[in-house]
């Protein structure tokens, strides 16, 4: 079965450091998503992209935060200066049609687990 | 109102129970649903689609309800193997492309 990846799976980092988290969607997926979960809390939507775009960002993706599509495969998520409150599990997903109908699944990678010092 | 509601549980049930969660949505204009599963400390994992007239997989059924605007999620004859947390997921629409909303989930425990 195709599946999403992700690395690193753990990262630890200083509070105010620059972080890249890095995900390889499902080849033939065309929407992307970034999602964190904050340990013992619900599954955030962060950002959504399309066609090389943000579709959709949520009031969490503050300038801190952004996104990129760098090559053909890989999908990052960057944030830029890192507070103690970015600490979680942050998952990619990808989709074929972006939730257009009840057969379009959203297929999650394993996450990072982001620890902020 | 939240978007997506859920007892956040948990459901303490004995092996072979049947047990039943419920999902409010706020937003009637919601044009997917789903129930995740997510095991602890792992990625959420598609369990089933919900479909309008209902739909049955082995032990699991999801019913839909429109009007009402919930989905339910009934597991029958529990399994150890069941114990995880149930997300229930809708998609609804802005500016043309989909957001998929999470519930906070359900957690159950089988217990043996």
């Known amino acids: 079965e195709p599946e999403v990846t992700q690395t690193p799976s753990h990262q630890v980092t200083q509070m105010g450091q620059e972080v890249i988290l890095r995900c390889v969607p499902i080849?033939?997926?065309?929407?992307f998503y970034w999602y964190r979960q904050i340990l013992g809390q619900k599954v955030e939507f962060l950002v959504s992209?399309?066609?090389?775009?943000?579709?959709?960002k949520s009031e969490i993706f503050d300038d801190q935060f952004s996104v990129e599509r760098p090559d053909g495969s890989n999908f990052t998520l960057k944030i830029r200066s890192t507070k103690l409150e970015d600490s979680a599990m942050y998952f990619c997903?990808?989709?074929?049609?972006?939730?257009?109908?009840?057969?379009?699944?959203?297929?999650f990678g394993p996450g990072t687990r982001l620890t902020v010092l | 109102r939240k978007e997506v509601e859920q007892d956040p549980g948990p459901f303490n049930v004995p092996e072979g129970a049947t047990v039943a969660f419920n999902c409010t949505y706020s937003n009637s204009a919601s044009q997917s649903f789903f129930w995740y599963r997510q095991d602890c400390r792992k990625e959420p994992k598609l369990l089933m689609s919900v479909y309008s007239s209902g739909n049955e997989d082995g032990r699991f059924t999801a019913q839909l309800n429109r009007a009402s605007q919930y989905i339910s999620l009934l597991i029958r004859d529990s399994k150890l193997s069941d114990s995880a947390t149930y997300l229930c997921v809708v998609t609804s629409t802005a500016s043309g492309t989909y957001k998929y909303i999470f519930g906070t989930g359900t957690r159950l425990k089988v217990l043996a």
């Open positions: 992209f399309y066609n090389n775009e943000i579709s959709e």
């Open positions: 997903a990808s989709t074929l049609s972006g939730g257009l109908s009840s057969t379009d699944t959203q297929y």
């Open positions: 080849s033939n997926h065309l929407y």
